[in-house]
């Protein structure tokens, strides 16, 4: 079992950047995708980047595509998430997950077995 954390969530201005961290403890966080994931109030959870094994190669929702980016360091067992350009309707808890599968490019959030607690980010105008 892997231990997820996020950090770096906070109040950003519309337009500015912001970097969330998922840190995992307890396991290799090699072993498995990453994906991070999205959920607004009253919203269903929604997918927004998602990372293989290996980091080379990267998947990114619609509505974040050209703004976001993600990222991992496996020797420091972290996945990032460099967010640009942010808006108002970017606000939302974020969540990283880890997938069981190192390839898998899945978008669904009941396909990713470990969760962590959240990072609330919220854009202002």
């Known amino acids: 079992q892997v231990q997820l954390v996020e950090s770096g969530g906070g109040l950003v201005q519309a337009g500015g950047p912001l970097r969330l961290s998922c840190a995992a403890s307890?396991?290799?966080?090699?072993?498995?995708?990453v994906g991070w994931f999205r959920q607004g109030p009253a919203a269903e959870r929604e997918f927004v980047a998602g990372i293989l094994w290996s980091g080379a190669g990267t998947f990114y929702g619609d509505s974040v595509q050209g703004r976001f980016t993600i990222s991992r360091d496996n020797a420091e067992n972290t996945v990032y998430l460099q967010m640009n350009s942010l808006n108002p309707e970017d606000t939302a808890v974020y969540y990283c997950?880890?997938?069981?599968?190192?390839?898998?490019?899945?978008?669904?959030?009941?396909?990713?077995?470990?969760w962590g607690q959240g990072a609330q980010v919220t854009v202002s105008s």
């Open positions: 997950a880890a997938h069981r599968h190192p390839y898998s490019r899945s978008r669904a959030a009941s396909e990713y077995t470990y």
């Open positions: 307890g396991g290799t966080l090699s072993r498995y995708a």
